[in-house]
């Protein structure tokens, strides 16, 4: 039986090439993610291994302790570095401390204005060789304060000399450095991108405005057991604080890197098994097909005494057959993406991989996915073929009766019951985490769509026929014809590219509520500029500088925290109560002004019984304080509760500034102010920014676009194998109406009218799955929207541009696919075409 | 078809071969034949004698290797493939041995297919008289597999007719048929000949259903070797004796 299961493979490869790219493209998403993350993580590894290499003993604060210390207070002082040196095993120690900058360009800028890229770190330079981690290879080691050496990938891409001066930013402000000299980090200057920039202790400390060090590293004796060394010095070092090997420092911090990665691999698996989800419509559609072309054949061997579980057996053998060489094919495929952008990124931002190859778990990954999903696909058309009757080996093929779709409309008006009723249980019934309702009913619905396809292709496509007719003859009406003989095989098609399609036009709808959020928002914003931070919070002597400007009638900060209440966590958000109003039009019942000293709670506080009057006791991280609620906030999701600049310093401690909202006297000029105040800022703080209202919404809608596109592209795949699948669909009834075409062609149809046939038919199956992608994907989307209004989703908005360009998409996508089909069906050889058994 | 020609169809030394080197056959081996208008003329010969190609290479749907066929006075081996294909829908009408019908069409969307390819309209008492005589009033809104053979055949028959060809080919039109369906379809094709004065060439090896022709063109190894006027069975049947199949 394997061998005619072989046969049948080795004989017709043209039908089942399309499934099994269908299958190798999801799987390829899979072993190109697996591939690509191994390599990072191994090459994170080799930098972790470098970094920690020569470092015997590393002290630091212990992640599971909560240290707090005032604002510039170091966790290590110069005392802690000399117990360890005087513990026994350590031949040297010193303080290491590494702060984060911006490397400004000859102008004195931030390049990219200080967002995004790799940082510029600026680290203390150890007098001890090995414990600086670096060599110097030009010129010499920082002595003096002031002087620096830089690694030499960033000295040579920036065009450093010696005797440079070099200027970084950090929130904080801007350091001049003189460059005196060129280190290569580790073995290869493996640097992943940073630049280092090495400098005295002290020029470091007044760089990162703090009195100490954030770690001290160790070296040991001849012949002492690091091990115990480390816990020697475990035993001298301050609270919180703890003394571990480089070695396991090294481990550690690969395994957290790793951690991550793991999430790369699990969110790119979802969209692979999107992919396959979607491929699985194609092969299911595949082997029914097969099936139905080989019914006579399959009664013939059920005449000539097959089994019916032989016949099953041996339809599921074909599809492993078509599983193996797919899922091989596949991780070839993802190896091969994965080395290609391996080797650009690298070409970018250096020598960030480790060695390449194909890991366990991809293979693993791979042929288990591929199998599994060919397998289950197959089942349904194996165990219809199990039931062919010998009788039908008898029949006059093109006779047999349609199955009925009873069944499937029964499950299928169930589901879509179902999931309406959840969904609106999800909208309505004021549950908890509605947008969970609202997803399972989605999902519901999307499957019931599905089932319910042919019941709604059927009439559809008979409504269509006299359009088509209309418009284009008979060859409309023929492709019409072909889409109502077949309901379950075009609907199964259109399916594919529904569910596709659906997610793209669900994220769309859901970014474009978002946009149309925050531009409703921010259309009662009266600031004439904002200021967001870039690294690390908006520092109050950039405020100091903007406010000192002739034409600033005020600067307004706003800061967010998160306190405890009853037990639970909340959001607090810091204002100045007197011009934040000003600012920015807040929703609520009175001016913030009328705070004094209070609290205003937002909707979701006052759900609880909280009102005007009522005191509420809030734990914040420096103090608690109990306060009364003096006002009502009006909007979701901005924050739980809203207090004063002073009373929320008391709670908190030092207040890290997170925005700042700059108004204008009356008749000043924006732009004229604008210029003087971004040039009496260039001189401290390049890094902070101006933006007004517009240019923060561009700033917003710049990332939640970049969002739709890394979606929609992770989305890709599963598009083009539903479009795959559209081709396929249409290639396999091309071949089983070889006859009906050939006789077309005898009795005079031209080539361009069967080309014309199979397109209408391609894009009405196309058209038609995307429609009802499109509007499930913007119903579950608005839906979802809404159940996140606890989360601040004030307005639900329709992306009809992006609608329109997805419906143009799909019609090309749909003239697209039936070139080949089309390629084929005209060009068949009548005489062959009309013998055809 | 207002014509000058006399003739319907013609051959010139026509020669068809398949394959090449050792493999090739010589299917038709210098053929020269004219079919008359308003006849019915029926291709008889043993299995393998060229029959079907004969007829292929007259309609169109295949090229000769060497030689000239015409359809009217138009020498079709002259065309290119799609200026044939304007020929074979505006003079040609074809009835195959069996998959005649466009099984999502209905029987009355089969017997218009080919004005409906043209785009042009139908003449509806053409329509019902053809269809009266063919006696396929009551099936005309069945889809193909709901007619039994013969039914299946006149539809094929009727399409063929519908758009009054130059000429008719057949291929052993009544091959899958039983004889009373047989001898019914043949009568029918006898009929649009005789009061419509169509032409029809049809290839057969059956002597009954060559008895309904009014010659008969014997095919033997790829060239016509004899031909008979005003044929009945006995004759055709001591004919295929004497060539000793
Ligand atoms: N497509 C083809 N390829 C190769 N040989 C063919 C082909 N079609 C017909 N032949 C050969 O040409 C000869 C004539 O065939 P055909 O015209 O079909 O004969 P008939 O219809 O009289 O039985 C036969 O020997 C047949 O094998
Ligand atoms: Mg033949």
Known sequence: MLRIALKNVKHNPKRLILTAIAV????????????????????????????????????????????????????????????????AGVAAADGNLTYPGVLLDKDGKAPNGGQGGPPTLVINWSTTPDLAGATVIDGRAPAADGEA???????????????????????????????????????????????????????????????????????????????????????????????????????????????????????????????????????????????????RELGLLRAIGMRGSQVRSMILLEAAAVGVVASTTGLLLGWGLALGITAWLERLSGDIFGTITLPPDAIAWGYGLGMLVTLVSALLPALHAARIAPMEALRESGTQSRKPLRTRNIVGVALLAAGGAVFAIGLFAGFDSPYVFVGFGGALLVLGTTLLGPQVLVPLAFGLRG????????????????????????????????????????????????????????????????????????????????????????????????????????????????????????????????????????????????????????????????????????????????????????????????????????????????????????????????????????????????FLTIISALLGSALVIAILGVMNTLLLSVTERTREIGLLRAVGLRKSSVWRMITIESLVMALFGAMLGMILGVAVGAALVRSLADFGFSSVAIPWRLLGVYTLLAGVAGVAAALWPARRASRLDILKAIATE | MTTTSALAASMRAGYKDYGFGEMAVRALNGVNVDIARSEFTAIMGPSGSGKSTLLHTLAGLDRLTAGTSSISDIEITALTESQVTEVRRKNIGFVFQSFNLIPSLTARENITLPLDIAGTSVDGSWFDEIIGILGLGDRLTHLPAELSGGQQQRVAVARALMSRPEIIFADEPSGNLDSRSGAELLGFMRRAVKEFGQTIVMVTHDPTAASYADRILFLEDGVIVDEMREPTAEKILDRMKRMGS
Not at chain 1, 38 to 44: D, H, I
Not at chain 1, 241 to 259: I, M, N, P, S, V
Not at chain 1, 528 to 555: E, K, S
């Open chain 1, 467 to 706: 359009v088509l007719t209309k418009l284009f003859r008979l060859d409309g009406k023929l492709a019409a014809n072909n889409i109502h003989r077949e309901p379950r095989r075009s609907a199964n098609t259109a399916a594919a590219l529904m569910i596709g399609v659906m997610l793209l036009a669900l994220v769309a709808t859901f970014t474009q509520s978002l946009k149309a959020t925050f531009s409703e928002q921010f259309s009662t914003a009266n600031a004439d500029f904002f200021i967001t931070p870039t690294a690390g919070p908006v520092p109050q002597a950039a405020l100091d500088v903007v406010a000192a400007d002739a034409d600033v009638a005020y600067v307004s900060r706003v800061a967010w925290e998160e306190v405890q209440v009853d037990g639970a966590t909340r959001s607090l958000a810091i204002i100045d109560a007197d011009t934040a109003d000003l600012a920015f039009g807040y929703p609520h019942d009175r001016d913030f002004t009328e705070l004094a000293g209070g609290v205003f709670v937002d909707p979701a506080i006052q759900a609880q019984g909280v009102g005007v009057g009522d005191s509420v006791t809030i734990v914040g991280p420096a103090t608690t304080q109990t306060l009364t609620v003096t006002g009502l906030y009006e909007r979701d999701g901005d924050a739980n509760y809203f207090v004063d600049w002073e009373t929320g310093s008391q709670l908190v401690g030092e207040t890290a500034i997170q925005q700042a909202m700059v108004g204008l006297n009356d008749g000043a000029d924006p732009e004229i102010a604008r210029d003087r105040i971004e040039s009496e800022l260039a001189v401290d703080f390049p890094l902070v920014q101006l933006q007004d209202a517009s240019e923060l919404q561009q700033f917003v809608n710049q990332f939640i676009d970049l």
């Open chain 1, 24 to 87: 190798a493209l999801g799987v390829s998403l899979v072993a190109a993610t697996h591939v690509f993350t191994n390599a990072l993580s191994s090459g994170f590894s080799a930098l972790f291994n470098d970094i920690y290499d020569t470092v015997d003993v590393i002290v630091e604060p212990d992640p599971d302790a909560q240290i707090d210390l005032p604002e510039g207070v170091s966790v290590f002082q110069e005392s802690d570095i000399d117990k360890v040196r005087a513990t």
């Open chain 1, 149 to 295: 050496i830089v690694d030499v990938g960033a000295f040579a891409k920036d065009a450093l000399a010696l005797g440079d001066t070099i200027k970084i930013a950090s929130e904080r402000g801007v350091a001049e450095f003189t460059v005196v000299g060129t280190a290569r980090f580790g073995e290869d200057n493996n640097t992943q991108g940073a630049t280092l920039v090495y400098t005295t202790a002290a020029s470091a400390q007044l760089f990162a405005g703090v009195d100490g060090f954030d770690g001290i590293q160790a070296l040991v004796t001849d012949g002492a057991n690091p091990d115990q060394v480390a816990e020697a010095v475990g035993a001298v070092i301050p609270e919180g604080t703890r003394a571990l090997t480089g070695e396991q420092k090294a481990a550690e911090q690969a395994a957290e890197f790793d951690q991550v990665l793991q999430y790369v691999d699990i969110f790119t698996l979802a969209f692979a098994l999107i992919s396959l989800f979607v491929g699985a419509y194609i092969i299911a559609n595949t082997f029914r097909i097969i099936v139905t072309q080989r019914t």
